[in-house]
């Protein structure tokens, strides 16, 4: 969704481009965003995962059109989406608060992790080039689609409910998520979702409970990209590497929209949340492998 969306989205500003070059960014700027920003918002309802693995390739393909350099593409991108997450993560886990498929114990012993991981992670990808950054994303997103859609659970066979997890285990995994969602520019529900299904967590709670996490790794992750970024990293309209128009951008439209996904995960099965979670990391995968 998001990709097909990206897509439409650079051949019409190029073609704007070359019809009116003086005029095409503007314009485009205000309404490429907040339409990836849809796509965004629906899909972090759906799967749990924020702005993240959504909008990333997108992004990856739009920026160098609105002036940010070929090789701080990727890095603007991974910024510029967390920075978006911050406003859907919390759109998406209100809205699962409201239907109770939050599992806030979890979510607590987590955030320390979270928080120190989020800060760290940015701060070694800041160090990593466009290329490296790509491919890490790339094969990360494969690896996490074979995991949610062949891996185990604990769930009781009975179908009865699990205890949230908590403990200092679930702190430490939250640094390692933390972590690794910096680097690669997500919310950490693709660690996060898996894991909890994993403890035997049904994947609508995981989903839920995988939003609210995501926004205090947004938080911590964008504020390392914006403090740990070289001086003019980009060339205007930024923080540091969070590019401002496309944060805000996404971020305004995904609001809206993540209730929507929300609603949908309610109605869709177990499994068939899975396939999809599945599917969609597969198509994001091989999308960012395909946009150096």
């Known amino acids: 969704m998001a990709v097909t969306a990206a897509g439409a989205c650079r051949n019409a500003c190029v073609t704007a481009s070359r019809i009116a070059p003086e005029h095409a960014v503007s314009a485009w700027m205000y309404l490429c965003f ?3 920003g849809l796509a965004a918002g629906v899909l972090a309802g759906l799967l749990g995962i924020g702005g993240g693995l959504v909008i990333i390739a997108a992004l990856a393909w739009l920026l160098p059109l609105f002036g940010i350099p070929q090789d701080a593409a990727m890095h603007a991108a991974l910024a510029s989406s967390l920075a978006s997450i911050i406003l859907t993560g919390l759109s998406s886990a209100r809205a699962h608060a409201r239907r109770g498929s939050v599992l806030w114990p979890t979510v607590a012993w987590m955030v320390p992790g979270l928080l120190l991981g989020g800060w760290l992670g940015s701060g070694l990808a800041v160090g990593l080039d466009d290329g490296t950054l790509r491919w890490v994303v790339a094969v990360y997103c494969l690896v996490a689609a074979w995991q949610i859609g062949f891996g185990g659970t604990r769930a009781p066979a009975d179908g009865s409910e699990v205890a949230a997890p908590r403990g200092w285990p679930m702190t430490v995994a939250g640094g390692g998520i933390g972590a690794l969602s910096a680097v690669v520019g997500i919310g950490g529900g693709s660690m996060t979702v898996p894991l909890l299904v994993w403890r035997g967590v049904r994947p609508v709670l995981a989903v839920g409970t995988s939003s609210a996490c995501g926004v205090a790794i947004a ?3 964008a504020a390392g990209y914006a403090l740990h970024a070289p001086p003019g990293a980009l060339p205007q309209h930024a923080v540091g590497y969070v590019y401002l128009p496309a944060a805000l951008g ?6 809206l929209a993540a209730p929507w996904g929300t609603r949908l995960a ?3 099965s177990g499994t068939a949340l899975r396939r999809v979670f599945a599917g969609f990391l ?4 091989v ?3 395909l946009s150096g």
């Open 266 to 268: 309610h109605q869709l």
């Open 287 to 289: 999308s960012v492998a």
């Open 34 to 36: 907040p339409l990836l």
């Open 219 to 221: 938080l911590s992750a």
């Open 282 to 285: 597969l198509l994001v995968g």
């Open 250 to 255: 996404v971020a305004a439209a995904s609001v």
